[in-house]
């Protein structure tokens, strides 16, 4: 995920990019859209702001955002537990995770630099730079995958830090933008699309929209009201490929859902597309 818009009230930042507007809903009727079965409901923190979530050899991390409140944590998905975490500066605006060659990388919202944190101990190693907004961080196991809240996700080699291509992400031949957290899912590029509750199901090589996961509903409609106005919109996807686990949450969110992976399974023509060769 990355972000929030904190234009509501004292607690919400103002997104600065040109094209970071809330996208026109229900996007287009041709495109699939799932809603999910609930397996499970796990406790969440809800101070936290979540930025980011993924599972990393069966441990559950977590990125929250705000200055004075963002950083890494490492939660017991049982219980909701932090069971340790470490802190960006207080100046720092924490944003989305992934982690990859044993090493967790963060990005930031406005500072244009990520960090980088040793995946066991915590500690950091290395920061890099990067242009524009950090929102949403991800990895295919090979690449670092960077959403800035437009419709555009840049791939990054970690190597160097390097952009190596732009994914420019449709739908109806039309540019989707407000891209946040992200999450690669049995080869599919997916991503929350902020204040929508929509998760997006993109087509790593062509940056088209195959799918939708709809999401709103998972809360109960008065506690979506009560959260929405502090921020607290979907956001965090965590996919475990080894137990096809699949987790999602959002800011201030009171759970942490299991869902029925196994029924979110890519179509056939999903599959065709995204072993495209790459443009």
Do not use: C, I, K, M
């Given at each position: 995920m990355l972000g929030a818009l904190l234009a509501i009230g004292a607690f919400?930042?103002?997104?600065?990019?040109?094209?970071a507007s809330t996208p026109r809903v229900p996007f287009s009727p041709a495109t699939p859209r799932l809603v999910p079965r609930v397996v499970?409901?796990?406790?969440?923190?809800?101070t936290a702001f979540t930025q980011g979530l993924l599972v990393s050899h069966g441990r559950l991390?977590?990125?929250?955002?705000l200055e004075g409140h963002s950083g890494v944590r490492e939660v017991d998905v049982a219980t909701g537990r932090v069971l340790r975490r470490a802190d960006l500066p207080s100046t720092e605006f924490g944003e989305g995770i992934a982690a990859l060659g044993g090493r967790i990388y963060q990005v930031t919202w406005k500072s244009h630099r990520g960090y980088v944190l040793d995946a066991?101990?915590?500690?950091?190693?290395d920061s890099f730079p990067y242009d524009g907004e950090g929102w949403?961080?991800?990895?295919d196991g090979a690449l670092l995958y960077l959403s800035d809240g437009t419709s555009r996700i840049r791939v990054i080699d970690p190597d160097g830090y390097r952009v190596v291509r732009t994914i420019r992400v449709t739908e109806a031949e039309q540019p989707v933008n407000m891209l946040n957290?992200?999450?690669w899912v049995r080869g599919e590029l997916w991503a929350n699309v902020y204040w929508t509750g929509l998760i997006a199901r993109i087509d790593p090589a062509r940056g088209r929209i195959v799918g939708w996961i709809d999401v709103r509903r998972l809360l109960p409609d008065d506690e979506t009201?009560?959260?929405e106005p502090r921020g607290g919109v979907a956001n965090g996807i965590a996919y475990d490929s080894s137990t096809a686990r699949l987790l999602v949450t959002g800011k201030y969110w009171p759970f942490v859902f299991q869902?029925?992976?196994a029924a979110l399974r890519p179509t056939r023509a999903t599959a065709r597309a995204s072993s495209a060769p790459r443009e």
């Open positions: 919400l930042p103002q997104r600065d990019n040109a094209d499970a409901r796990l406790p969440h923190d809800t991390l977590e990125s929250t955002g066991r101990t915590f500690a950091p190693v949403g961080l991800t990895t957290e992200l999450e009201q009560r959260l869902l029925d992976s």
